[in-house]
Structure formats: structure tokens, C-alpha cells
């Protein structure tokens, strides 16, 4: 690990012109320098860089940062690595942590077990091209499947000879040990002992991890052998290195492109991914034989939110859209799907049809997913149970989307569509949202069950009514008006955090205390137990409020170098707009302006949460029917809840003293 006083070394001898002057060609503007964004399709200049601020922004597709995360927006690397190609740019000598033995052991297999498959790839690629059976079965394979050389070397594809002790005994013999050869997958021991070639007698597909480095291998029988074999396809086990649910085959080719079109084309195989490059079209990954997982799924997003999926339109291929449709619409992505006439897959269709013929149709051909789902689910159904439970199916994906904005959008289309009362779908989404937030609070409660020793699993008596309300609300996903002063005060942090608002606080043991603006938010919302919807914002004020009496503590220089990627380009975003890019236009703050906007936005955020409160007690007061005693409690809880947003109202409306 990178210990923090070389990454402010690295960070002191960055020039941030200089480093996207690698990659953009910069003019001076003012105090600043301008390019075409290199992250979009850019026709006028719109990214600026600004070397006072040290850090870049382009304000047409908003992509920037500091210098760390402009190299790995760019070059698509890991903190670590973008912190390592800085400092061989400045010749700044890396000084990590020292690790444990415990640590250097696991450090050590794993490199061995990479440098084993790096051998491997190169082993099965010499044999492809330079052994006569490599030519003769696995070129000759390749080459019938419309696969051109080219192709071939971009995917670093390959071929295992028939004797299954070939490579086995080739890596013995030049060193590499068994233990590794087993610990990757390459070879298994029989219950004799002896050791077995995996792949033998099969083309081989590698796998590169999102760092390019070889962490798997699939290897597929020709198609002379397949009939009447069901598993076509061996890949490699789980590993250390490997875990089949957290990679995607084709994203170390694809990421530049993903970023660059800003979406992904998610299909099933390693040869449709292939397929499309050989098209033209290189922002496509494969999840290849597992089910799509939220591994997967974050993985993607780091990248772009827009996902196309294109599956075979035979049964399977419905049956996968179907099932990742909702894990993707919870993870905040936006869906199309297209599906293939029925007998083709992107492999089979390309190799029929040309490469602009295949971009056309891709891009007439794709629907939302509410139309996929309409016409799979409600195609021919006139029975009204059947009907009723497609629909719901529907409304069901619908509630899962995070954004308010989004799913309002989507309800109001799909009631348009299907002819039924918005009223209706929005009763009906609101139960799977209840559903799933009363799911949340008993996991919450079971966990805090758990973590007091509490075997039953029961509450606990007692406790602050307005409290347990709001710790109840945080569970919801926030409205928009929620979420953007949630982000606000996180800027504020970001900014600020580190600067003292209030003086000679005293306490109730007669000190006197200083609080600075982590320090009062983080005291203010405690007092309801109240937390931010997304957890980096949490780990954000809790690493300010920790460090805050840091003597060199300065929070905008601590979040934007933060060795947690999410942390320092998300702190990048917020410290970095349109006013801070000139010194003449900053913005300059005086303490008591700064502690009236923080207070006011403490404010705004609870008067927030009470209202999705009151909201969330007038819907129950109308789900209640005929159960007075249920509605009389809800009444009360409402003309409590009023009470308290009255209070808060006043202060927001006006000027807050302390």
C-alpha cells in the first residue's frame, strides 16, 4: 500500500497542465489552458484545465478531476496505478507500507499466480501459431468462424495441444511450480496424482482483468467434437484471482470505447464480444455462463449508466434479459433491450450480415425495457389474473429504480401504454416500494438484534419517537430535492470542513469547545440518529469529523487525494465549478455566511425528511380503510410530525443566530 506521505510527494510534483497536456493538445485562456475533451466526442473546445486549482473539468459531459483521476478516467487505471504512472512521469521513488508476513505471502501467490497465466496465454498463443496442430486445428477453427487475424491477436486467443501432459510438463520444465499451475486452474491432480492439462485439445479464450492482466482462461471443444457434448465450454475455477461474478470477458478491450460512446453492449459469449470488435463495434462486454451479478453490474457503472442488452432471442436469451432487467434498474442504469430473430445470436447475426447493417439494426431495433416486458409478458394474454400478474411484474421493475424523477417518468409512460389508471400503477408501486423498506427495516433491526446480544430479535422499549421516525426514513430512497441538499452539505464538508463556524461552545461539564462544519453536522444529525442516504457521503464525514484536530488537516486537500477512489472523485467533482476555475470569479466566503448556509442546509435536510414522513402517513391513513383504531394513530403520529415541521419551518424562514 501506498503510505500517504509519497502519494503528497506525488501530489506536490504533479503539473496538471503538463500531464493532460499528454493527451490533449491545451491552448491558454486566461489563467487557464482549454482542449477538446478527450472523454466525449467533442466539437468545440469545453474541457478546461486549471493549474492553480490543479485539477480539470470538462462542462459539456462533466468528466474531470485532479491529475489521479484524470489518468485513470483515461487510461481506465486503478488509484494505485494511476498514483504509480505519475510518479514514474515525475521519478518520484513509490514507498509503500510495509505488509505483513501474512500479507506478504498472499501478495506473493498471487503474482505467482498471475505471472503462471501470463506464461500460459503466451504458451497457448505460440502453439496456435507456430505448431503445426495449432495451425492446422485451432487456426483453421478460428479462421472458419470468420475471425481474422487481427481479431485474433486483440483477444489473445489460442490453442491447447490433445496431450493433456502437454503444458503441464513444458511449465515444470521451465520452472514454473505445480502448486501454481493447480492454484490457477491450468492443470487439476487426479486421485493417482498425476497432473492434467484442463484445456487440452480446445481453443482458448483469456480472460483479462480490467488492469489487463490474465486472470482465467476459457477453453471450448471444435465444433467437430461438441455434438451431443453439453459442455462446450471449461473456464477456469474460482481463485484468488478469479471470481467468476465479479468479471466481465472483453472489458479491458472495451473500457475506452464504453467511456468514449458512453454505454455498453452486454451480451452472452466470448465469440459475440468478438463478433462485434471484428464490426466495429467495441463497447461490448459478456457476463459468459453466470447470471448477471451486482459485481458485474457496479463494475459497468464505473464506466458509463447505459446499458444495451443484446441477448439471443430464443428462450435462454429471454429468460437472461428477464432476470437481469431488475438488478440493473436498482443499480441506477438505464435499459435497452434487443433482442436477435429467434435462431441468431451477435455471433451468428454478424457473420450474416454486414457491419453497417448490423449497427442499423441495433439501433432501430432496441426497446426500453418496459416495452421488452409489455410484449413478452402481455403479448396474447387475455386472461385478466395473468394479465394482472404481468403487469405487476412491470410496475415491479419500475419501483426499483432509485431516481423519483426516472420512476415517475417510467409509470406515467407504462400507464399510457397499457391504458390503466396512473393512479392505479402508482398504488401498486408505492406496496413493492412499502414492501421493500419495511424488508430493510427488519434486516436493520435483526442486525442491531444480533449486535446487542439480543437473541429474540425483538425492539427495544423505549427510545426518541422522532428519532426512530427518521432513522425509518433514511431507509427510503431520497427524493431528489433530498438528494441534492444531501450533496450539498457534502460539498460543504469537502470545502470547508475543516473551518470553524462556531466558537466557545460550552458544554455541559462547563468546557468550552470550538465546532468546525464537519463537526456540527455531524453533532446536529446525531441527535436524531439521522445518517445520509449513500454511504460515501457517511465515510466522508466521518473521516473529517476523525482528522478535524489534525494539525495539518485541510478537508479539500485530504478528500481530492484520498486514496479511496470513489472518495477523491467524487470530492473532485464537488470542489471543482464553473466559479472556481478563475480566481476572479471565486466566490469568497466570510465564517458567518458559511455557518448561516450550513445551518440552513442542516435545516432543509430535516425539513426534508419530515415531510417524506407526513407523506409516507397520509399514504398508510389511505391504506387503512375502515380500521379506525389504525387511522386514529396515524392521525396523531401526523399532527405530531406537523408539529414539528411547523417549528422547523419557521427557523428555516428565518435568519438562524446562534
Known amino acids: 500500500m501506498i503510505d500517504r506521505a509519497t502519494i503528497n510527494r506525488i501530489m506536490d510534483a504533479v503539473n496538471i497542465v503538463d500531464v493532460v497536456s499528454e493527451f490533449v493538445s491545451l491552448r491558454k485562456a486566461g489563467v487557464n489552458y482549454k482542449g477538446l475533451c478527450p472523454f466525449?466526442?467533442?466539437?468545440?473546445?469545453?474541457?478546461?484545465?486549471?493549474?492553480?486549482?490543479?485539477?480539470c473539468r470538462c462542462f459539456s459531459c462533466g468528466k474531470g478531476g485532479n491529475a489521479i483521476n484524470f489518468i485513470m478516467e483515461h487510461e481506465q487505471m486503478t488509484y494505485p496505478e494511476a498514483l504509480r504512472w505519475l510518479a514514474g512521469k515525475y521519478n518520484i521513488e513509490i514507498k509503500e507500507r510495509e505488509l505483513t508476513d501474512e500479507e506478504k505471502r498472499e501478495a506473493s501467490e498471487r503474482e505467482s499466480m498471475f505471472i503462471v497465466n501470463e506464461w500460459a496465454k503466451d504458451y497457448f498463443q505460440d502453439i496456435l501459431y507456430n505448431?503445426?496442430?495449432?495451425?492446422?486445428?485451432?487456426?483453421?477453427?478460428?479462421?472458419?468462424?470468420?475471425?481474422?487475424?487481427?481479431?485474433?491477436?486483440k483477444f489473445q486467443l489460442g490453442f491447447a495441444l490433445a496431450d493433456r501432459s502437454a503444458l503441464s510438463t513444458t511449465a515444470i520444465a521451465k520452472g514454473y511450480k505445480e502448486e501454481f499451475l493447480v492454484k490457477t486452474g491450468l492443470c487439476y491432480k487426479k486421485d493417482n496424482g498425476e497432473l492434467v492439462d484442463r484445456y487440452a485439445g480446445r481453443v482458448i479464450f483469456p480472460w483479462l482483468n480490467i488492469s489487463g492482466k490474465v486472470s482465467a482462461f476459457g477453453g471450448r471443444l471444435l465444433d467437430s467434437r461438441t455434438k451431443g457434448v453439453q459442455q462446450k465450454y471449461v473456464n477456469s475455477p474460482e481463485s484468488d484471482i478469479y471470481h467468476k461474478d465479479h468479471e466481465l470477458y472483453g472489458l479491458y478491450q472495451a473500457k475506452k470505447?464504453?467511456?468514449?460512446?458512453?454505454?455498453?453492449?452486454?451480451?452472452?459469449?466470448?465469440?459475440?464480444?468478438?463478433?462485434?470488435?471484428?464490426?466495429?463495434?467495441?463497447?461490448?462486454?459478456?457476463?459468459?455462463?453466470?447470471?448477471?451479478?451486482?459485481?458485474?453490474?457496479?463494475?459497468?457503472?464505473?464506466?458509463?449508466?447505459?446499458?444495451?442488452?443484446?441477448?439471443?432471442?430464443?428462450?435462454?436469451?429471454?429468460?437472461?434479459?428477464?432476470?437481469?432487467?431488475?438488478?440493473?434498474?436498482?443499480?441506477?442504469?438505464?435499459?435497452?433491450?434487443?433482442?436477435?430473430?429467434?435462431?441468431?445470436?451477435?455471433?451468428?447475426?454478424s457473420r450474416k450480415h454486414s457491419a453497417e447493417e448490423l449497427k442499423d439494426y441495433i439501433e432501430k431495433k432496441q426497446t426500453d425495457f418496459i416495452q421488452f416486458k409489455t410484449e413478452q409478458l402481455l403479448n396474447g394474454v387475455n386472461d385478466p389474473v395473468k394479465r394482472s400478474e404481468a403487469i405487476g411484474s412491470i410496475v415491479k421493475s419500475i419501483s426499483v429504480i432509485p431516481n423519483q424523477i426516472t420512476r415517475?417518468?417510467?409509470?406515467?409512460?407504462?400507464?399510457?401504454?397499457?391504458?390503466?389508471?396512473?393512479?392505479?400503477?402508482?398504488?401498486?408501486?408505492?406496496?413493492?416500494?412499502?414492501?421493500?423498506?419495511?424488508?430493510?427495516?427488519?434486516?436493520?433491526?435483526?442486525?442491531?438484534?444480533?449486535?446487542?446480544?439480543n437473541a429474540d430479535g425483538q425492539d427495544n422499549a423505549g427510545g426518541n419517537a422522532q428519532g426512530q421516525s427518521m432513522v425509518a426514513i433514511g431507509l427510503h430512497p431520497p427524493g431528489e430535492q433530498t438528494a441534492m441538499v444531501e450533496e450539498m452539505l457534502i460539498s460543504e464538508i469537502i470545502r470547508h470542513g475543516d473551518e470553524i463556524i462556531f466558537e466557545g461552545?460550552?458544554?455541559?461539564?462547563?468546557?468550552?469547545?470550538?465546532?468546525?462544519?464537519?463537526?456540527?453536522?455531524?453533532?446536529?444529525?446525531?441527535?436524531?440518529?439521522?445518517?445520509?442516504?449513500?454511504?460515501?457521503?457517511?465515510?466522508i464525514l466521518s473521516e473529517a469529523v476523525e482528522?478535524?484536530?489534525?494539525?495539518?488537516?485541510?478537508?479539500?486537500?485530504?478528500?481530492?487525494?484520498?486514496?479511496?477512489?470513489?472518495?477523491?472523485?467524487?470530492?473532485?467533482?464537488?470542489?471543482m465549478n464553473k466559479y472556481q476555475l478563475s480566481r476572479s470569479l471565486e466566490m469568497q466566503h466570510k465564517t458567518e455566511s458559511l455557518r448561516q448556509k450550513v445551518i440552513h442546509l442542516v435545516l432543509d435536510l430535516r425539513m426534508d425528511i419530515i415531510e417524506q414522513h407526513m407523506k409516507d402517513i397520509q399514504t398508510q391513513m389511505k391504506q387503512a380503510g375502515n380500521d379506525m383504531e389504525r387511522i386514529k394513530e396515524l392521525m396523531t403520529e401526523y399532527k405530531e410530525t406537523q408539529q414539528i415541521r411547523d417549528t422547523l419551518a419557521k427557523k428555516v424562514g428565518n435568519d438562524v443566530l446562534m
Open 40 to 55: 466525449h466526442d467533442d466539437k468545440t473546445p469545453s474541457f478546461v484545465v486549471s493549474p492553480t486549482k490543479g485539477i
Open 131 to 153: 505448431d503445426a496442430d495449432g495451425q492446422a486445428i485451432g487456426m483453421q477453427y478460428f479462421r472458419s468462424r470468420g475471425i481474422r487475424d487481427d481479431i485474433m491477436k
Open 257 to 349: 470505447a464504453i467511456v468514449k460512446e458512453d454505454k455498453v453492449y452486454l451480451v452472452e459469449g466470448y465469440t459475440d464480444v468478438i463478433a462485434m470488435h471484428q464490426c466495429g463495434v467495441e463497447n461490448v462486454v459478456a457476463n459468459s455462463g453466470t447470471a448477471l451479478s451486482l459485481y458485474q453490474i457496479r463494475l459497468i457503472h464505473r464506466f458509463t449508466s447505459n446499458v444495451i442488452m443484446l441477448y439471443d432471442g430464443d428462450e435462454a436469451g429471454i429468460h437472461a434479459a428477464m432476470r437481469g432487467t431488475d438488478m440493473l434498474l436498482s443499480e441506477g442504469m438505464n435499459i435497452r433491450v434487443l433482442l436477435l430473430p429467434d435462431g441468431d445470436d451477435p455471433d451468428s447475426f
Open 408 to 453: 415517475d417518468s417510467y409509470l406515467h409512460d407504462c400507464a399510457n401504454r397499457l391504458g390503466i389508471s396512473e393512479k392505479t400503477l402508482i398504488n401498486t408501486m408505492n406496496k413493492f416500494i412499502r414492501g421493500d423498506i419495511e424488508n430493510k427495516i427488519k434486516e436493520k433491526e435483526r442486525e442491531a438484534a444480533r449486535a446487542n446480544g
Open 505 to 539: 461552545i460550552e458544554t455541559e461539564d462547563g468546557h468550552t469547545v470550538n465546532l468546525s462544519v464537519a463537526q456540527y453536522i455531524d453533532y446536529d444529525l446525531a441527535q436524531d440518529g439521522i445518517t445520509f442516504s449513500r454511504d460515501v457521503y457517511n465515510r
Open 547 to 575: 482528522h478535524n484536530n489534525d494539525n495539518d488537516f485541510k478537508a479539500e486537500t485530504f478528500f481530492m487525494q484520498h486514496p479511496d477512489a470513489d472518495i477523491s472523485m467524487l470530492a473532485n467533482k464537488l470542489a
